[in-house]
């Protein structure tokens, strides 16, 4: 059985590649454990300096499993199956960078927006779809990326943005050619793990600090907790989960 979460370290750079194709790289709790255990052994390897996260297949990540989802919900749980990878990236304290190469729903946006850096292949797409679903989602981290104006319009419609918007409107840092990808997110980590490894982390802290993050995730995981469960958030999901299988079966 293939490793559910690929790992390849050279160069002080770590590169994770989330892999369930056959799924869209969605977190069931198995993934979610394997991408959390994956940044705890690298937050203490001195040799990493630089972890790039990215997908197999078509997809970044489609985010929460939505089967395993969905019976959570069901069954009257109030637990996030991708918080505990979510968390482990925001907390994490070198640098992060999430290499887009297909779409990036839900859980599997958030994670992308956790990340300190987003390069994107031209064939990616993002979308923030709480609202749909009763939840909040992207909410912490969008505002400091896009700005405050365009995350509400982002979060509140819950549309799809393409690549080439997601570089206009700073999403992004870079989009490049789909068979590029790799590449340029190999480079990019390098250029960063040459640097000082101390100043590096002191200056993410910094920059963190300065722009509240830790406050705001920890809010949208109260909010989540508040509203999982609720009668209008079971009856979206669901309404989401038989909406997503009827696709797949057509």
């Known amino acids: 059985m293939a490793d559910i979460v690929v790992r390849e370290q050279r160069e002080g750079v770590a590169f994770l590649r989330m892999n369930r194709p056959e799924k869209r790289n969605a977190f069931n709790r198995e993934l979610s454990l394997a991408v959390a255990q994956q940044m705890d052994e690298l937050e203490a390897d001195d040799s990493v300096r630089v972890v790039v996260l990215t997908g197999s297949g078509k997809a970044f990540s489609a985010g929460a499993d939505m089967t395993e989802a969905l019976a959570s919900v069901e069954s009257g749980e109030r637990r996030e199956v991708m918080a505990q990878a979510v968390v482990q ?12 190469n297909g779409f990036a729903f839900g859980g599997g946006a958030v ?17 923030f779809p709480g609202a749909t679903y009763g939840l909040v989602v992207g909410g912490a981290q969008l505002p400091r990326i896009v700005g405050v104006a365009k995350a509400k319009e982002l979060i509140f419609t819950a549309r799809v943005v393409e690549a080439q918007e997601a570089r206009e409107i700073g999403l992004v840092n870079q989009l490049v050619a789909h068979d590029a990808l790799d590449d340029a997110a190999w480079e990019l980590a390098r250029q960063i793990a040459e640097q000082s490894p101390q100043a590096v982390r002191w200056s993410k802290a910094v920059i963190d600090a300065a722009s509240t993050v830790e406050k705001g995730a920890q809010l949208e995981l109260e909010a989540n907790r508040e509203l999982r469960g609720s009668p209008d958030h079971v009856a979206r999901f669901s309404a989401a989960t038989e909406r997503v299988a009827g696709r797949r079966e057509g």
């Open 111 to 127: 994670l992308a927006v956790s990340c300190d850096l987003r390069i994107a292949s031209e064939r990616a797409s993002f979308r």
């Open 89 to 100: 990236v925001v907390a994490f304290p070198k640098p992060t960078i999430a290499a887009v």
